[in-house]
């Protein structure tokens, strides 16, 4: 009998996947073209924080996929950077990042991004990041692998950072954090890495370390919706994920965050960790 339980608990599992993952698919769409209305128009722009903005484009995806995702899930929780503040661990939770790359947008650049997480109990279960623009689109499903526009993706094979591209981010902070950050960058180049790239949207920094285009990734400080879709992605193209101490990352407040192929993370903690900010 409780094998019987067992089992049919699989199932409903299984199946709720399957219609997580359409729905999950229907609400990156629906973003993806909200945010393409507004692109290159003119835009309402609100300060949040020193370079941090929101714009009706945000707010425009973010009703489009919040609403896809409670139309079929009305009792799941939402976390989503501009007004849905659940709780990441929740049993059925989605972490939303509508735009993210806001400042890329703001600026005309066409490289932002769509990225929503889907975790059960605090565990990566769905992670999709679309590329609007460009029409990308990376997706990844816990146990079953990772796709960039349906074509199955692996994190690099780069074995030293003397072999890396490395991407990194910049948190608004203009004090410490930056200053770490880019004390950081200098150390990563003493050690040969091929280069730095710094293209603003944090969600496509993971989404293309889980490709291989990136070999590695840091950032010191990055928020739920920045890691939840790409962490999956990440897992599932073989890669590790963990915040600049190694620690697992917690979704439920801010992390530092270290992601890379797997033979590169030691290297990589061991260069950024020195200059973490203590905060
Ligand atoms: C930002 C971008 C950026 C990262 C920042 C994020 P937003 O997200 O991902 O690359 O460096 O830390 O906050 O504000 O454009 O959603
Ligand atoms: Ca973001
Ligand atoms: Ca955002």
């Known amino acids: 009998m409780r094998e019987y339980l067992q089992s049919n608990k ?18 990156a769409h629906a973003g993806s073209l909200a945010l393409l209305q507004h692109f290159r128009k003119p835009l309402d722009i609100r300060t949040k924080g020193v370079a941090n903005y929101v714009t009706q484009a945000d707010l425009a995806a973010e009703t489009a996929v919040v609403q896809t995702i409670l139309d079929a899930f009305p009792s799941h929780a939402i976390l989503s950077e501009e007004s849905h503040s659940d709780r990441a661990d929740a049993e059925h939770s989605w972490i939303i990042d509508p735009l993210d790359g806001t400042n890329n947008f703001i600026h005309g650049m066409p490289h932002f991004a769509v990225s929503i997480g889907y975790y059960q109990n605090g565990e990566g279960i769905l992670g999709i990041v679309t590329s609007p623009a460009t029409g990308d689109w990376f997706v990844a499903a816990r146990g079953e692998g990772a796709w960039f526009n349906g074509q199955p993706i692996q994190v690099s094979r780069a074995q030293g950072l003397e072999q890396a591209m490395i991407a990194c981010g910049f948190y608004y902070d203009r004090d410490q954090m930056m200053q770490s950050t880019l004390d950081t960058i200098g150390d990563l180049f003493r050690t040969q890495i091929h280069g730095i790239r710094r293209f603003g949207a944090a969600a496509l920094d993971l989404a293309w370390v889980a490709a291989g285009w990136f070999d590695g990734f840091f950032e010191y400080r990055l928020s739920p919706w920045d890691i939840a879709a790409g962490a999956v992605i990440i897992h599932e193209a073989g890669g590790k994920v963990s915040d600049c101490m190694g620690n697992p990352v917690a979704l439920n407040r801010s992390s530092s965050l270290c992601a890379s192929n797997q033979a590169l993370h030691p290297a990589m903690l061991e260069i950024i960790s020195k200059r973490l900010p203590r905060s």
């Open 10 to 27: 699989h199932k409903s599992r299984a199946r709720l996947k399957v219609s997580a993952a359409h729905v999950a698919i229907e609400a």
